[in-house]
């Protein structure tokens, strides 16, 4: 499933919103990037990064000390994880045109560091409120709206279905998740939504999104902002 990961807000640390310039696409095919700026930043040149495993972050772009942000993905990307372990499902529901696609994904956050001194200072994620953001982060609980990662694939492949299947919050609580899948992956970077939705309660334990749908979009939608937090 696509990771977890973090983000701040009034109430945990200086949170500000990161607004795309105007006329910013991110095709589907070629090289994906985008501009945008943090309001509030107040730090020196930093690097933007993301994560790949068994290797070392790599820069994709940049934070100036003027709050601008601005990265460019690279054209190709090592894609070795087989994508249909994680887009899945034990009763069948999912069909993939391709079973043998392989595929990277970046985390919902874009790691915000100083690559030559080995820093990590923050981090920013894409999605359509800062609850959610907060909840790709561990910061806050899981809660409902949309969020943005980059998927990059050799391949040409649709992922497309519908899983059910039964969690357990508390241990012994279950309760249904309904995974929805809409995925046209062309070969290069896609740009990859996550939308949850009926989020559910189960005592201490975390909220639960009982609704959940992945899909492949065009571009960001109007609504979508960045969200920045400190490290």
Same mark, same amino acid.
């Given at each position: 499933?696509?990771?977890?990961?973090? /983000?701040?807000?009034?109430?945990?640390?200086?949170?500000?919103?990161? /607004?795309?310039?105007?006329?910013?696409?991110?095709?589907?095919?070629?090289?994906?990037?985008?501009?945008?700026?943090?309001s509030d930043?107040?730090?020196?040149?930093?690097?933007?990064?993301?994560?790949?495993?068994?290797?070392?972050?790599?820069?994709?772009?940049?934070?100036?000390?003027?709050?601008t942000?601005?990265?460019?993905?690279?054209?190709?990307?090592?894609?070795?994880?087989?994508?249909?372990?994680?887009?899945?499902?034990?009763?069948?529901?999912? /069909?993939s045109?391709?079973?043998?696609?392989?595929?990277?994904? /970046?985390s919902?956050?874009?790691?915000?560091?100083?690559?030559?001194e080995?820093?990590?200072?923050?981090?920013?994620?894409?999605?359509?409120n800062?609850?959610?953001?907060?909840?790709?982060?561990?910061?806050?609980q899981?809660?409902a709206?949309? =969020?943005?990662q980059?998927?990059?694939?050799?391949?040409?492949?649709?992922?497309?279905?519908?899983?059910?299947?039964?969690?357990?919050?508390?241990?012994?609580?279950?309760?249904?998740?309904n995974?929805? =899948?809409?995925?046209?992956?062309?070969?290069?970077?896609?740009?990859f939504e996550?939308?949850l939705?009926?989020?559910?309660?189960?005592?201490?334990?975390?909220n639960?999104?009982?609704?959940?749908? =992945?899909?492949?979009?065009?571009?960001l939608?109007?609504?979508?902002?960045? =969200?920045?937090?400190?490290?």
């Open positions: 499933m696509p990771l977890p990961l973090q /983000t701040t807000a009034i109430g945990f640390a200086a949170a500000a919103a990161l /607004t795309f310039a105007a006329g910013v696409s991110f095709a589907q095919d070629g090289i994906n990037g985008a501009q945008g700026k943090i930043w107040s730090g020196r040149q930093a690097d933007l990064l993301v994560w790949q495993i068994g290797a070392p972050p790599v820069p994709i772009g940049k934070v100036t000390e003027g709050g942000l601005i990265f460019e993905l690279p054209a190709s990307f090592d894609a070795t994880q087989p994508l249909s372990q994680v887009f899945s499902c034990s009763d069948g529901g999912t /069909t045109t391709d079973p043998d696609a392989t595929y990277f994904i /970046t919902s956050m874009l790691m915000i560091g100083l690559a030559a080995e820093k990590l200072i923050g981090g920013a994620v894409a999605a359509s800062r609850a959610i953001a907060l909840s790709r982060a561990g910061k806050a899981p809660a709206g949309r =969020y943005y980059w998927l990059y694939t050799p391949d040409d492949v649709t992922i497309e279905g519908n899983c059910a299947f039964d969690i357990f919050p508390d241990g012994k609580t279950g309760v249904e998740v995974s929805t =899948y809409d995925m046209a992956l062309k070969p290069g970077w896609n740009v996550i939308e939705a009926e989020i559910e309660k189960v005592g201490d334990a975390p639960v999104a009982r609704q959940r749908a =992945y899909r492949v979009v065009d571009d939608p109007a609504d979508a902002k960045w =969200y920045y937090w400190p490290e």
